[in-house]
């Protein structure tokens, strides 16, 4: 016969209304409740090591070329308005 080991855990000092929000949250992704617990303390750990590689090197929000054009609209707004071109001086 084939017997499928797994592991059972108590956690402690959980409100109730914290416990309820947690299962809702996972099954709201569409995971098991033990998963979306691996999922939440991984994302933890990763958030913890280095927080701002993320910000820093994470996914662009503009394209490249979207950035290009807000650029000029920028420098020709500053340009029609007779502004200084540099914003330190």
Same mark, same amino acid.
């Given at each position: 016969?084939?017997? &499928? =080991?797994?592991?059972?855990?108590?956690?402690r000092?959980?409100?109730?209304?914290?416990? *309820?929000?947690?299962?809702? %949250?996972?099954?709201?992704?569409? =995971? #098991?409740?033990?998963?979306?617990? %691996?999922? &939440?303390?991984? %994302?933890?750990k990763?958030?913890?090591?280095? #927080?701002?590689? %993320?910000?820093?090197?994470?996914?662009?929000?503009?394209?490249?070329? =979207?950035?290009?054009?807000?650029l000029?609209?920028?420098e020709?707004?500053?340009?029609?308005? *007779?502004?200084?071109?540099d914003?330190?001086?």
């Amino acid at each position: 016969m084939l017997y &499928m =080991l797994y592991m059972e855990a108590c956690i402690r000092n959980v409100s109730a209304d914290s416990w *309820k929000y947690l299962k809702t %949250e996972a099954a709201k992704s569409g =995971l #098991p409740l033990g998963r979306f617990i %691996e999922v &939440m303390v991984s %994302e933890h750990k990763r958030a913890k090591e280095d #927080p701002w590689k %993320e910000i820093l090197y994470g996914k662009r929000t503009l394209s490249k070329k =979207l950035l290009d054009n807000v650029l000029k609209v920028h420098e020709r707004f500053r340009r029609d308005f *007779k502004f200084r071109n540099d914003a330190c001086s």
